[in-house]
């Protein structure tokens, strides 16, 4: 149950970042890192290794437990959600789609070392916005975006909503491999809001 909560804190926390960047032009960089990162652990000792660790998903616990709680200023992200957990069911189907991804993600992991953080960060979420462009944009349903023009016009805003959507894919196939599922998303919300809140606490 742990693993799983923090496999839908890290797709709560991609859509929340999504919302962040699209109304306000800004977002938790600390949480975008993790996010970002996430992106370049494709095989991991632990799930909470593949975000750092679980303080680096804070944003998604209180993102989940407050859209569990039923906050209505959550919905946008959860529509994100709910859209990319769809997509996921597509994604996993063509091999050669994520033999695609996973191949370039090992390069643009490397991209950029000779940078600042925040400029390696910035030159990684360009690629990565490339990768998601030429790829999972093509699936369907696509993911539409709300938020202000003039940032959704930003190409630097635009390279990180792409990011972080692809970042809220990689958990969606993460809360999948661990046996998540619709029923669970139906039914299991209680046990889900308990093990969210148990997790921020410790």
């Known amino acids: 149950m742990k693993d799983r909560t923090l496999a839908l804190a890290g797709i709560m926390q991609a859509g929340e970042l999504v919302r962040q960047a699209a109304w306000h032009g800004t977002w938790s960089g600390f949480a975008a890192s993790a996010s970002l990162n996430s992106l370049f652990k494709l095989e991991s000792d632990s799930v909470e290794a593949i975000y750092g660790d ?11 437990i407050a859209a569990l709680q039923g906050e209505n200023r959550y919905t946008e992200v959860l529509r994100y959600a709910i859209g ?24 643009i992991a490397g991209s950029g070392a000779a ?48 990011t972080l959507l692809l970042a809220g894919l990689r958990s969606a196939v993460l809360w999948d491999q661990l046996g998540g599922g619709r029923l669970e998303l139906m039914f299991g919300r209680k046990k889900i809001l308990q093990e969210a809140q148990s997790l921020l606490l410790s």
């Open 54 to 64: 679980k303080s680096r998903l804070r944003l998604g616990l209180e993102t989940l």
């Open 115 to 162: 940078l600042e953080e925040h400029e390696r960060e910035d030159q990684q979420a360009h690629e990565v916005a490339l990768l998601y462009a030429e790829t999972i944009s093509n699936l369907s349903p696509r993911i539409v975006v709300s938020g202000k023009p003039q940032y959704l016009k930003s190409d630097r805003t635009v390279d990180w909503v792409r």
């Open 84 to 107: 990319l957990l769809q997509i996921e069911r597509r994604f996993v189907k063509s091999r050669r789609l994520q033999d695609t991804i996973g191949q370039r993600l090992e390069q």
